[in-house]
């Protein structure tokens, strides 16, 4: 099993940055796929972006694609979402989850996730 326990999140502007960081602590996280998902205000929980268990390969969805950047560091079984450009579509609680799929086109739906943190709630205000 894997405890994933989002952090950074908070209130910002329009055109603002925040950096969002998951640590995951109990399997070998170096097994996982880790992704960010994102849930606004009455809409569906939505990928957002994807990092390969060696940090090799990236994806993201198109609304943040040149924007936000998902990086992971194995040695401190962390990963982190750098958000730049904000705008207030981008207000959600955004959750960080864990695929223990590792091959390749990488699972972007919430049902293919086998571990999900609790959320971090990002509100940017224009």
């Known amino acids: 099993q894997v405890q994933l326990v989002e952090s950074g999140g908070g209130l910002v502007q329009a055109g603002e940055s925040l950096r969002l960081s998951c640590a995951a602590s109990?399997?070998?996280?170096?097994?996982?796929?880790m992704e960010w998902f994102r849930q606004a205000p009455g809409k569906e929980r939505a990928f957002v972006a994807g990092?390969?268990?060696?940090?090799?390969?990236?994806f993201y969805a198109g609304s943040v694609k040149g924007r936000f950047t998902i990086s992971r560091d194995n040695a401190k079984n962390t990963v982190h979402l750098q958000m730049n450009s904000l705008n207030p579509e981008d207000t959600a609680v955004y959750y960080c989850?864990?695929?223990?799929?590792?091959?390749?086109?990488?699972?972007?739906?919430?049902?293919?996730?086998?571990?999900w943190g609790k959320g971090t709630l990002v509100t940017v205000s224009s």
């Open positions: 990092i390969s268990w060696n940090g090799g390969n990236t």
């Open positions: 989850a864990a695929d223990r799929r590792t091959t390749q086109p990488m699972r972007i739906t919430t049902s293919a996730m086998d571990y």
């Open positions: 109990g399997d070998t996280f170096s097994s996982y796929t």
